[in-house]
């Protein structure tokens, strides 16, 4: 009887694992298909075919600076009104992390598919921010909600859940490998055999299940990159100065987000930020939606040092501004673009003391050290580069130097600022203690 039992829940783990991963593939395939229709119906390019050869940096540099203007102030619009509305009268969002902790504190669909939607719709129209959280957060909505139909134990219901929005980063990015190690890494914790079949499995099926409808792409093909000893000591002496940068980022970024309206104000802080960054897109449209454009820019060597450097500013001027706003959205892509845009910076001034790599080749380190420090996933941030331009096994030696170095600043920084942070106020002279 109690054999029984036992493959009687094996079996019913095995059929959510499934359908998670089926779920979280159609789900990220659905959003990502939504974000493409909506990026050629608002910038007027490509109208045939929702996946078309015309890149999003092509279309909004093609569109009329009044109709940049125009797009971006609508998207305000639709990001203030719409997350005010969802905050007014939706239920309480829960996120990935507090419902992977406490499997009890559930993901409500409708409010979560909403919340989604308007990601993927406000990055389509222009926001500076990523669109991987919507699909994630479907993924682990959807996993949650198949776990307490099945009546899996709070201990599965948590990895299935974290399965589920690992799957919807894989659907999303054809990155099943980095799908699975974000859940390993980031949301458990864990590489034990319970965590990493089901991780594997959802992520897997998801991948595949999402090139039904986007293919089996590669998200940014790069030229084949040779190492040499330029690169290596660059990587290694960059990877802390990344580190720095992204720390900051990081510590900035959370700040703007929590200071962020979530009442009526949203309206107008969000049709104001939308409306100067339609503004700033006249002479910069690379500057428009979550930054994928100007890092495929950078690893094609197609930027000069000056224009690398005022694109960078402007992009973490942008993003931030968003975040105050009260838009929402990851920071996936955009860390990965400032990270490629302060290497290119970093490695062209190298280059004039030790020439002879392309700048291409900086900015690929520098987007996974950036990347690696800013979400605090070394490992994931490896494999996803790897699976994002499929780029030669022979890149890891500089990738792991960078990384290394990025995610050990990190870690010194957050330390100094937890010591410091503990000390007693100073006592002031001639008072008592």
């Known amino acids: 009887m109690a054999l029984t039992d036992e493959r009687t829940a094996l079996a019913r783990l095995a ?32 109208l045939d075919a929702v996946i078309g050869a015309e890149s999003f940096l092509q279309g909004v540099s093609a569109a009329s600076p009044l109709r940049r203007i125009v797009v971006l102030a609508f998207c305000g619009v639709v990001a203030g009104a719409g ?3 969802l905050y007014r009268w939706g239920r309480p969002l829960v996120g990935i992390r507090k419902s992977v902790q406490s499997p009890a504190q559930t993901m409500p669909l409708p409010e979560t598919t909403i919340h989604a939607l308007l990601q993927i719709g406000t990055v389509a129209l ?43 980063l894989a659907a999303v990015y054809n990155v099943p490998l ?42 940014y093909p790069v030229m084949p990159f040779e190492i040499s000893p ?3 000591v660059w990587s290694v002496l960059a990877g802390p100065l990344l580190g720095l940068a992204a720390h900051g980022f990081k510590r900035v970024s959370a700040v703007m987000a929590e200071r962020a309206p979530r009442d009526w104000r949203l309206l107008p802080w969000n049709l104001a930020v939308f409306a100067s960054i339609g503004l700033l897109a006249i002479g910069f449209p690379q500057l428009l939606g979550n930054g994928k454009g100007p890092l495929q820019l950078s690893l094609a060597n197609d930027l000069s040092l000056g224009f690398a450097g005022g694109l960078l500013l402007l992009r973490v001027l942008v993003t931030l501004a968003a975040l105050r706003a009260g838009a929402k959205g990851g920071l996936l892509t955009p860390g990965m673009t400032i990270g490629a845009l302060l290497a290119t910076v970093l490695g062209c001034l190298w280059t004039i003391a030790w020439p002879g790599v392309p700048p291409g080749a900086f900015a690929l ?9 800013s979400m605090n996933m070394p490992l994931t941030a490896i494999v996803l580069i790897l699976e994002f331009t499929r780029v030669g096994q022979d890149f890891l030696f500089p990738l792991i130097f960078a990384v290394s170095g990025s995610i050990a600043a990190d870690r010194l920084c957050a330390m100094t600022f ?5 000390e007693p106020a100073a006592v002031p002279t001639g008072s008592r203690p």
């Open 15 to 46: 059929v959510v694992t499934l359908l998670a991963g089926a779920g979280a593939g159609l789900g990220g395939m659905g959003l990502a298909l939504a974000l493409h229709f909506i990026q050629h119906l608002a910038y007027g390019y490509s």
């Open 83 to 85: 997350w005010w509305a």
């Open 126 to 168: 222009g926001s500076p921010l990523g669109r991987e959280v919507a699909p994630r957060e479907i993924g682990a909505a959807l996993a949650g909600w198949l776990s307490r139909r099945a009546g899996l134990s709070p201990d599965e219901a948590r990895i299935l859940i974290a399965c589920g929005a690992g799957a919807g």
């Open 230 to 232: 330029s690169l290596v």
């Open 178 to 219: 980095a799908g699975a190690l974000f859940v390993l890494e980031v949301l458990l914790g864990t590489f034990s055999l319970q965590a990493l079949l089901p991780a594997i499995a959802t992520s897997g099926i998801a991948a595949l299940v999402a090139w039904i409808g986007l293919g089996d792409e590669v998200q």
């Open 418 to 422: 937890r010591a410091t942070s503990r």
């Open 365 to 373: 380190i520098g987007a996974s050290a950036f990347l690696a420090a």
